[in-house]
């Protein structure tokens, strides 16, 4: 739905709609620190929280199209990903959005960092992987015959990833990429 955000102020236990206004659709959210959010979506929509999302300001994304994911290592250090191989970066807490060259056209869904290790998943089984926390990316062939969509991605360690995706897709990588399981 445009512009709402559901908030919740005790741990989860209830959740109170917040309207944001004139805002397109939300896809991505994320709250790296105590009381700083971040959130994206249609339109090049990022905005910022500092008082756990009571209220909102809206950065300047540079870019039109839906960004949908966020991750953050830190209140200030973050990637969003979106349409058409859309990826920004930011070492400022959003202050300034920089492209970041993906070396796709495809669609992206997911972004994770842990370290330097940064993947990113979209459209037919894109996966992308930068190990110095920065541009430039490096396709990885996840061996999907069929080439799922990749939604998901968590890093327990720099290289000890899962990937995730359409139609029960599932990879786990416990050496930054090199050989894959199928668990």
Do not use: E
Not at 14 to 32: D, H, S, W, Y
Not at 128 to 150: E, H, I, Q
């Amino acid at each position: 739905d445009s512009g709402k955000v559901y908030r919740s102020t005790d741990n989860g236990g209830t959740f109170a709609l917040q309207a944001l206004a004139g805002l397109p659709v939300l896809r991505a959210v994320t709250m790296p620190v105590a009381n700083r959010a971040y959130i994206a979506g249609d339109a090049g929509t990022l905005l910022r929280s500092d008082d756990g999302g009571a209220t909102w300001a809206a950065q300047v994304s540079g870019t039109g199209v839906a960004l949908n994911a966020l991750a953050f290592t830190d209140a200030d250090h973050g990637w969003a990903a979106g349409a058409g191989g859309t990826l920004l970066k930011t070492t400022d807490g959003g202050a300034n959005w920089v492209p970041a060259t993906s070396g796709t056209t495809n669609d992206l869904f997911t972004v994770a960092q842990n370290g330097n290790s940064v993947w990113v998943g979209g459209a037919g089984a894109t996966c992308l992987v930068s190990t110095t926390g920065d541009a430039p990316f490096t396709p990885y062939n996840l061996r999907a015959d069929y080439g799922p969509d990749v939604r998901a991605i968590a890093l327990a360690s720099p290289t000890d990833v899962w990937v995730a995706g359409g139609g029960g897709f599932v990879r786990r990588s416990q050496n930054g990429g090199s050989t894959w399981s199928f668990p």
